[in-house]
């Protein structure tokens, strides 16, 4: 059974970093692209970030660009996403998920998805 276990979540106040992690059970790892999502209280789960298998290939929602960085290191099976500048709008549950191997910003083409970690940031 695939397993995503993402961890790093917090209260924070606005301006400062996190650093998300997610640790996949699925092998080999480098063939499947992850996307970072987010859901906000009340509101639908929405794209985030996603990077490819090799991590040749990146993406990320308007909002998030130059503040966000998404990584993957295949050896430890992990992804990763560096929240930097956090503003009190990026307060949301973060979920990893993971589909074939190419990248998609769309939650219904990914297979797996983690149980989510919190991030607050407080104004």
């Known amino acids: 059974q695939v397993q995503l276990v993402e961890s790093g979540g917090g209260l924070v106040q606005a301006g400062d970093s996190l650093r998300l992690s997610c640790a996949a059970s699925?092998?080999?790892?480098?063939?499947?692209?992850v996307g970072w999502f987010r859901q906000a209280p009340g509101k639908e789960r929405k794209f985030v970030a996603t990077i490819s298998g090799s991590g040749d290939f990146t993406h990320y929602e308007d909002s998030v660009k130059g503040r966000f960085t998404i990584s993957r290191d295949n050896a430890k099976n992990t992804s990763y996403l560096q929240m930097n500048s956090l503003k009190p709008e990026d307060t949301a549950v973060y979920y990893c998920?993971?589909?074939?191997?190419?990248?998609?910003?769309?939650?219904?083409?990914?297979?797996?998805w983690g149980q989510g970690t919190q991030v607050t940031v407080s104004s």
């Open positions: 998920a993971v589909r074939g191997l190419y990248s998609s910003s769309r939650s219904s083409e990914y297979n797996y």
């Open positions: 699925i092998r080999p790892f480098s063939r499947y692209a």
